[in-house]
């Protein structure tokens, strides 16, 4: 059975800094492309960063780049998200994504609030 624990989302000033982290198991965690999405109050979901399986590309929203840093421990089945001078507009759920060709898996998200 397919089980995602999100965690380190939270409340930060703007500016500030917070890592998530999104655990995964019943799956082969290795074979799949693993992605960040948000969805602010009000809003779509957008994709945020992707990683491919091996880790060996990625991509970024325009709005992230330069501030945003995905990774993962394929040894951990763990998928990372580091943000770094976040602002106001990042608000959202955050939610980790896991994919392979038509199969795709959804954690549950966890809130990022930036406010000062």
């Known amino acids: 059975q397919v089980h995602f624990v999100e965690s380190g989302g939270g409340l930060v000033q703007p500016g500030g800094s917070l890592r998530l982290s999104c655990a995964a198991s019943?799956?082969?965690?290795?074979?799949?492309?693993m992605r960040w999405y948000r969805q602010g109050p009000g809003k779509e979901r957008e994709l945020v960063a992707a990683?491919?399986?091996?880790?060996?590309?990625?991509n970024y929203a325009d709005s992230v780049k330069g501030r945003f840093t995905i990774s993962r421990d394929n040894t951990k089945n763990t998928v990372y998200l580091q943000m770094n001078s976040l602002k106001p507009e990042d608000t959202a759920v955050y939610f980790c994504?896991?994919?392979?060709?038509?199969?795709?898996?959804w954690g549950q998200g966890t809130q990022v609030t930036v406010s000062s």
């Open positions: 019943g799956f082969t965690f290795s074979m799949y492309a």
């Open positions: 994504n896991a994919v392979r060709g038509s199969r795709y898996y």
């Open positions: 990683m491919s399986s091996g880790g060996g590309s990625t």
